[in-house]
């Protein structure tokens, strides 16, 4: 129902898309948040896009390089990323919350119904 995409092998300072699309159902009214995991440590927030778009959410390793955003229909997510790293190596999830009412909560894994099966980003030095 969610699939990521976009993901590669991309040099240190290149910049990456991924794409994570709804299919089956709607989104639209869902908070959508993007997680990532590095082999061998657990999964963790990276960005989150409120509602209606309007807001948005960073953690502080995404903030000034990363660019969360959704399409007018709701049913699409992006994630733009700049000036990769190496410690940015990760799959990347996209997820889709119903329920979560404050931002606070966003960065919780917890709180996500939904999740597509990761694209995997590679950045190499």
């Known amino acids: 129902q969610l699939q990521a995409y976009g993901g590669g092998l991309v040099q240190a300072g290149d910049s990456l898309r991924l794409s994570c699309a709804a299919s089956?159902?709607?989104?639209?009214?869902?908070?959508m948040g993007w997680f990532r995991q590095a082999p061998g440590k657990e999964r963790e927030f990276v960005t989150a896009?409120?509602?209606?778009?309007?807001?948005?959410y960073y953690a502080e390793s995404a903030k000034g390089r990363f660019t969360i955003s959704r399409d007018n229909t709701g049913n699409t997510v992006y994630l733009q990323m700049n000036s990769l790293k190496p410690e940015d190596t990760a799959v990347y999830y996209c997820?889709?919350?119903?329920?979560?009412?404050?931002?606070?909560?966003?960065?919780?894994?917890?709180?996500?119904?939904?999740w597509g099966q990761g694209t995997l980003v590679t950045v190499s030095s």
């Open positions: 896009v409120g509602r209606s778009g309007g807001s948005t």
């Open positions: 997820a889709a919350a119903a329920g979560v009412s404050y931002p606070r909560d966003y960065r919780s894994t917890r709180v996500y119904d939904y």
């Open positions: 089956g159902r709607t989104f639209v009214g869902y908070v």
